[in-house]
């Protein structure tokens, strides 16, 4: 397919350290992730907290490397290297944690821009920091201030500026915008939508959160527990979601005058990852399983209508 630009295949099992650093007990974060980002398109990658997303988000862009086992980019133009991360930038959830405090606005977005040398002299850095900021609705004015200076919406909007600022092809979201309020977090997500046309900008995006996710993506791979359990076109996924979990993240779209409701349908807290459940790792809150869901895992398979599913109970493709 000309349009395919990367397929993601973290294909081999592999091990990420346990976060809490006990001796001799590891965390099997992802395995067998297998995902296509097309050039030009969002992918979401949508799961609970916990379910192994943001560690993808941060394999893909190299900031951790796999504990066992390998990622593979498979590039769909054959002309680059294979294994070879693409270029990727990416926005954090918490653009307070992610902003140099001490830094100035024009400083943190000028960084990228001198450390790739994509402008030569003071003069033409300041230019494009100033058509940045610009870019992302604020003003050149604004480069003389400090993060703290500015709202969290704000401070996102700079976040931006900063990603955007080495040029890159493929911005890598880990839920950019559950930190902020709901009206501001339209307005991020409208500016995010109007780079991406106007840049021609690839994304995946992380959300835990399907109704932010449906704006956005064009197409949506749900996780659980480290695997992709189904992934489809948004219409297609939202129209006709096969897989149970599926169902009920569909059913427990974040509402905030019910904001217990979500865990009650959902049977509660997911399993540790540190012990999944035998089977489909799904079965102890799948209001559908039956005795082969606790024995045997599902295999991933095509879906009905597109994309892949992976539940025993899925209709056939
Ligand atoms: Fe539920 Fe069984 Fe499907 Fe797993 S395989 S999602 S337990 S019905
Ligand atoms: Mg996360």
């Known amino acids: 397919v000309d349009q395919l630009s990367r ?100 400083d943190i977005i000028a960084e990228p821009i001198r450390e790739f040398g994509l402008r030569s002299g003071a003069e033409a850095t300041e230019a494009r920091v100033a058509e940045l900021l610009r870019t992302v609705g604020l003003s050149p004015d604004d480069a003389k201030r400090y993060p703290h200076e500015f709202s969290g919406g704000q401070r996102q909007r700079i976040s ?41 900008l690839t994304y995946l995006f992380i959300s835990h959160n399907l109704a932010v996710v449906r704006h956005m993506a064009d197409r949506i791979s749900v996780m659980y527990l480290g695997r992709i359990v189904e992934e489809a076109d948004t219409e297609a996924l939202f129209a006709d979601p096969q897989h149970p979990y599926t169902r009920l993240l569909l059913q427990t779209i974040p509402d905030v005058a019910a904001p217990n409701r979500d865990r009650e349908l959902m049977g509660g807290e997911p399993p ?34 597109g994309g892949t599913v992976a539940c025993h109970l899925a209709p056939a493709a």
């Open 7 to 106: 397929v993601f295949d973290v294909s081999a099992p592999w091990l990420n350290r346990m976060i809490d650093r006990k001796p001799k007990r590891y965390l099997r974060a992802v395995q067998d992730v297998t995902f296509v980002v097309e050039k030009g398109k969002c992918l979401a990658l949508v799961g609970e907290s916990g379910c192994g997303k943001s560690t993808v988000a941060r394999l893909v862009t190299g900031l951790y490397a796999p504990s066992e086992g390998a990622i593979v980019f498979a590039p769909a133009d054959k002309g680059r290297g294979r294994g070879k991360p693409m270029e990727a930038q990416m926005i954090f959830q918490d653009p307070h944690a992610s902003l140099n405090p001490r830094w100035r606005v024009g």
């Open 160 to 200: 931006i500026a900063r990603a955007l600022a080495s040029e890159p092809e493929f911005l890598v979201c880990d839920e950019p915008t559950s930190a902020l309020d709901v009206s501001v977090q339209a307005q991020i997500l409208n500016l995010m939508r109007r780079l991406q046309d106007e840049l021609g």
């Open 272 to 305: 540790s990852p540190l012990d999944p459940p035998k089977g489909c790792a799904f079965h102890p809150r799948c209001p559908m399983a039956t005795d082969l869901c606790s024995k045997t895992a599902p295999e991933v398979r095509a879906r009905k209508g």
